[in-house]
Every structure is written in structure tokens, then in C-alpha cells.
């Protein structure tokens, strides 16, 4: 039971345009969501994230939106860059407990 | 340098033997955890610990084990009762805050022949 679902595998997107990566979530008790970036062969970083009592987090480049009542986050990268090429995790968690459920990752292509 | 280190990044073992994959942080987080990664399956939690000489079950604890003696080391044995041992292990630590993000070693490649 996916209970974080990223329903695009891979997106390719041109150098300085939008990327808009999604993830939907069906657990009602996720109160807490991250994105992470991971690169092959290496450990994923943690990129932004966002607490359900708001709807949006901004930091740089990367937005995080929070739909609730849709049960649906996004991650927009604005301009995306060639750098940003790597797969993209959502996470959630709930009720402040230290376990997170990780989605299964979207791979961006940044094309220069 | 704070951080995770894994050892080693590629591991070979013959069927029906059990391996252990290491995992140390001095980044002083009381919290660790093993992630398991399949290709198109994202990352499953084998086991976490929230604090020295305890730990739990993640969604996918079936044969592995693990032990957290020292703040610092939180080992993982895969065993010979792992039916699919072959895919890349990943070691993380964070806070107990519940808000803290979880900082990942490089991760091991396990294959098993």
C-alpha cells in the first residue's frame, strides 16, 4: 500500500523553464512533508519542506505548495537548471514521529 | 566534517551467507535508520532507532537485523533469511524533534551471487 505516490517516474524540462514535480499522499494523519534530491550512487539530500498548517514554502529556486484537501504537494524549480538533474523523493510523516514514508521518485532532466 | 559514512560502497557475497553493512555518524543525532532502494520502488525503511540499545521495526524488517550499542554506529546485518538481499542499503540520521531532516551516507551496493 503506496501511501506516497509520485505517478511520474521520470520529466524533462528545458534549461530556465519550470519544473513541477508531484506527489499525492493518502494517509490523512501526514502532517509533515519533505522533498529530498538524490543523485545516483550517493545519499539523498533534503531540499524543502512544509508543515500542514501552511500551504506554501518558498526557499530560493524551490517552492513547496500543500493542497490538503486534495491530498497533493508539489515542488516547483524556478529557473530549473542543468544541475537540478537527479530524482526528486517526497516524504511524509505524522504526529511529530521521526518515521517518514518515502514516495518512489520522479528522475528530472534538465536539458541545457 | 560532520556526517554519515557506509562501508564499503560495493559488496559482493555468495547466497546463504550473512553480511554486515556499517554505518557510523558524528553528527551527535540520536536518531538512525536503514532504507532499503529497489529500482521504481523509492526508499523502504528496514529498521530505525530513536535512542542507544533500542530500535524498531520498519515496513520491511524480514530478515535483517541490527543493533545500536553506540550512539554513533547503528549496524545492519542482511541474512541468509533475506529473500532479495541485492540493492542499495542507505544509512540515515536526524533529530527526535520530529521536524528534522534526515541526513543520508553515500549507501552501500550489495550484491549477492
Known amino acids: 500500500d503506496q501511501q506516497v505516490k509520485q505517478n511520474s517516474p521520470s520529466l524533462s524540462v528545458q534549461e530556465g523553464r519550470i519544473s513541477i514535480l508531484n506527489c499525492d499522499y493518502t494517509?490523512?494523519?501526514?502532517?509533515?512533508f519533505l522533498w529530498y534530491k538524490k543523485y545516483p550512487a550517493e545519499g539523498p539530500t533534503f531540499l524543502i519542506s512544509i508543515s500542514s498548517i501552511k500551504d506554501k514554502n518558498e526557499d530560493g529556486r524551490f517552492t513547496v505548495f500543500l493542497n490538503k484537501s486534495a491530498k497533493h504537494l508539489s515542488l516547483h524549480i524556478v529557473p530549473s537548471q542543468p544541475g537540478d538533474s537527479a530524482v526528486y523523493f517526497c516524504?511524509?510523516?505524522?504526529?511529530?514521529?521521526?518515521?517518514?514514508?518515502f514516495g518512489t521518485g520522479t528522475k528530472l532532466q534538465v536539458i541545457p | 566534517d560532520g556526517g554519515i559514512t557506509q562501508s564499503p560502497k560495493y559488496l559482493f557475497r555468495k547466497e546463504g551467507q550473512n553480511v554486515t553493512l556499517s554505518c557510523e555518524q558524528n553528527l551527535n543525532h540520536d536518531a538512525m535508520y536503514w532504507y532499503r532502494q529497489d529500482p521504481g520502488q523509492g526508499l523502504r525503511l528496514i529498521y530505525y532507532s530513536q535512542i542507544v540499545n533500542d530500535f524498531q521495526k520498519g515496513d520491511i524488517a524480514e530478515g535483517y537485523s541490527v543493533s545500536r550499542e553506540k550512539k554513533e554506529s547503528f549496524p545492519l546485518t542482511v541474512t541468509s533469511a533475506q529473500k532479495n538481499p541485492t540493492a542499495f542499503y542507505l544509512c540515515?540520521?536526524?533529530?527526535?524533534?520530529?521536524?528534522?531532516?534526515?541526513?543520508f551516507g553515500p549507501g552501500t551496493r550489495l550484491t549477492v551471487l
Open positions: 516524504a511524509a510523516s505524522a504526529g511529530g514521529y521521526q518515521k517518514v514514508t
Open positions: 494517509n490523512s494523519m501526514f502532517d509533515y
Open positions: 540515515a540520521s536526524s533529530g527526535t524533534s520530529g521536524r528534522d531532516e534526515q541526513f
